[in-house]
């Protein structure tokens, strides 16, 4: 296979078969892995506010259900595809087994560019998806929750439509909502407090001080502003930060709140004052103690691997290195924090505001925000201890455990009829 080819399925499928042969898995199960367990492919039509006829493709694909309800994100955006899906869906199977909540995983989206769309457009698009997606969703079935260009306005409305076709108020249905309608104190910040935890625990292990050391975050959303906001205020340096227009250094280190300020009004970090500008790709070659990639997947490649300065990765997005990126960065010593650990709190959050909903009894931002820290640090520990175990990196590691669990799972189940 050409490596310098590979899809993001690919990827997924090759980090899979390197556990399966460390495990000695059971080449069944191994099989039923390299699967989704469902796929659905539906066409979204629309009439756009200018009258113009529209057909969007949407997909959901539920790679596993093995340990509970399949559960992930949907995501917006112009580059969704069916193997995309596929890959996020599996990455979010291992996802929940490191973090060892009782969920399988899944992802879908919609081929669309929500920037260019109106709130009316958005909404029509999300109650539609929702619609032709419904009979798969359900608090025993599958949990969406929001992604790229998706947020707690989408989740409303999406929960909205699937309550109006079951006939009551269906709030377990979705997670990442808002708080009047069921959501989760501490769950916006989920990400990237789960980035910021694994992040300080892994530069502990590594000997460098959270204070002071240099950090820059690839990505200014929701993740990657939230995270870089948290390290600043546990007193790291934040020395860089971009968006999909472009980048912004300072040496002596940004402030995350006025930057997140400068966005809104501009739309962009590009042009925040006192700082001089760097491309995405230039922000990862920096020489810093922390590179948080918060962007999209693919980013870190074996042509850029070995430029990487950053003695610590936690990697905020899904799949931002790419496997054959992976065996550099170990040769030339960076620690890596891999996605499906580093970003895992998004997904504990919702786990905890499912809960919630099921029990109709809500819990204090303060418990939420404890129980998380719990959870991740007690995560990252077992992902190292893998990691010696077996004498692989984090990312192997964190695979290794969570197809573990899985395979025993399925072992245990057996097959039905």
Same mark, same amino acid.
């Given at each position: 296979?050409?490596?310098?080819?590979?899809?993001?399925?690919?990827?997924?499928?090759?980090?899979?078969?390197?556990?399966?042969?460390?495990?000695?898995?059971?080449?069944?199960?191994?099989?039923?892995?390299?699967?989704?367990?469902?796929e659905l492919t539906v066409s979204i039509p629309m009439r756009m506010?200018?009258? =113009?006829? *529209?057909?969007?493709?949407?997909?959901?694909?539920?790679?596993?259900?093995? #340990? %509970?309800?399949?559960?992930? $994100?949907? !995501?917006?955006?112009?580059?969704?595809?069916?193997?995309?899906?596929?890959?996020?869906?599996?990455?979010?199977?291992?996802?929940?087994?490191?973090?060892?909540?009782?969920?399988?995983?899944?992802?879908?989206?919609?081929?669309?560019?929500?920037?260019?769309?109106?709130?009316?457009?958005?909404?029509?698009?999300?109650?539609?998806?929702?619609?032709?997606?419904?009979?798969?969703?359900?608090?025993?079935?599958?949990?969406?929750?929001?992604?790229?260009?998706?947020?707690?306005?989408?989740?409303?409305?999406?929960?909205?439509?699937?309550?109006?076709?079951?006939?009551?108020?269906?709030i377990s249905s979705v997670t990442g909502k808002p708080m009047e309608?069921?959501?989760?104190?501490?769950?916006?910040?989920? =990400?990237? *407090?789960?980035?910021?935890?694994?992040?300080?625990?892994?530069?502990?292990? #590594? %000997?460098?001080?959270?204070? $002071?050391? !240099?950090?820059?975050?690839?990505?200014?959303?929701?993740?990657?502003?939230?995270?870089?906001?948290?390290?600043?205020?546990?007193?790291?340096?934040?020395?860089?930060?971009?968006?999909?227009?472009?980048?912004?250094?300072?040496?002596?280190?940004?402030?995350?709140?006025?930057?997140?300020?400068?966005?809104?009004?501009?739309?962009?970090?590009?042009?925040?004052?006192?700082?001089?500008?760097?491309?995405?790709?230039?922000?990862?070659?920096?020489?810093?103690?922390?590179?948080?990639?918060?962007?999209?997947?693919?980013?870190?490649?074996?042509?850029?691997?070995?430029?990487?300065?950053?003695?610590?990765?936690?990697?905020?997005?899904?799949?931002?290195?790419?496997?054959?990126?992976?065996?550099?960065?170990?040769?030339?010593?960076?620690?890596?924090?891999?996605?499906?650990?580093?970003?895992?709190? %998004?997904?504990?959050?919702?786990?905890?505001?499912?809960?919630?909903?099921?029990?109709?009894?809500?819990?204090?931002?303060?418990?939420?925000?404890?129980?998380l820290r719990l959870i991740m640090v007690s995560s990252f520990n077992?992902?190292?201890?893998?990691?010696?175990?077996?004498?692989?990196?984090?990312?192997?590691?964190?695979?290794?455990?969570?197809?573990?669990?899985?395979?025993?799972?399925?072992?245990?189940?057996?097959?039905?009829?």
């Amino acid at each position: 296979m050409n490596t310098t080819s590979l899809t993001a399925w690919d990827a997924a499928r090759t980090q899979l078969d390197c556990a399966a042969r460390i495990l000695d898995l059971d080449p069944y199960i191994h099989e039923r892995l390299r699967h989704p367990q469902r796929e659905l492919t539906v066409s979204i039509p629309m009439r756009m506010d200018d009258g =113009t006829p *529209r057909v969007f493709t949407g997909y959901r694909v539920q790679h596993n259900l093995i #340990r %509970g309800p399949a559960k992930g $994100g949907i !995501r917006y955006h112009p580059r969704v595809d069916l193997d995309e899906m596929r890959a996020l869906a599996m990455w979010m199977t291992w996802k929940c087994a490191v973090v060892n909540i009782p969920y399988g995983g899944a992802k879908g989206g919609v081929v669309c560019d929500p920037k260019t769309m109106s709130s009316r457009e958005l909404e029509h698009l999300t109650r539609r998806y929702a619609t032709e997606i419904g009979s798969f969703i359900g608090p025993t079935k599958d949990i969406p929750a929001p992604d790229v260009y998706t947020d707690a306005q989408i989740m409303a409305w999406f929960m909205d439509t699937i309550s109006m076709t079951e006939g009551w108020s269906a709030i377990s249905s979705v997670t990442g909502k808002p708080m009047e309608i069921g959501g989760s104190l501490g769950r916006q910040e989920a =990400t990237g *407090r789960g980035v910021m935890l694994t992040a300080a625990e892994a530069l502990r292990y #590594r %000997g460098i001080p959270l204070e $002071g050391a !240099r950090v820059a975050v690839q990505g200014f959303g929701n993740a990657g502003s939230v995270s870089a906001r948290l390290l600043h205020e546990a007193d790291a340096k934040i020395v860089a930060l971009s968006d999909s227009r472009g980048g912004i250094f300072n040496p002596d280190g940004l402030d995350p709140r006025a930057v997140l300020l400068h966005k809104r009004q501009t739309g962009s970090v590009v042009g925040f004052p006192g700082a001089d500008a760097v491309t995405n790709a230039e922000l990862l070659e920096l020489d810093c103690e922390l590179l948080v990639p918060a962007a999209l997947e693919g980013q870190i490649t074996a042509e850029i691997a070995p430029r990487i300065r950053a003695r610590v990765i936690a990697e905020a997005a899904n799949g931002p290195t790419t496997p054959e990126a992976d065996p550099i960065l170990h040769d030339l010593g960076v620690f890596i924090v891999p996605d499906i650990l580093a970003n895992a709190g %998004g997904v504990t959050v919702s786990y905890f505001e499912w809960v919630q909903n099921l029990q109709a009894y809500f819990w204090s931002e303060n418990e939420v925000n404890e129980r998380l820290r719990l959870i991740m640090v007690s995560s990252f520990n077992a992902v190292l201890r893998a990691a010696e175990t077996h004498r692989v990196d984090m990312r192997t590691a964190a695979i290794v455990l969570a197809v573990g669990k899985v395979g025993n799972a399925m072992r245990i189940r057996g097959l039905w009829p």
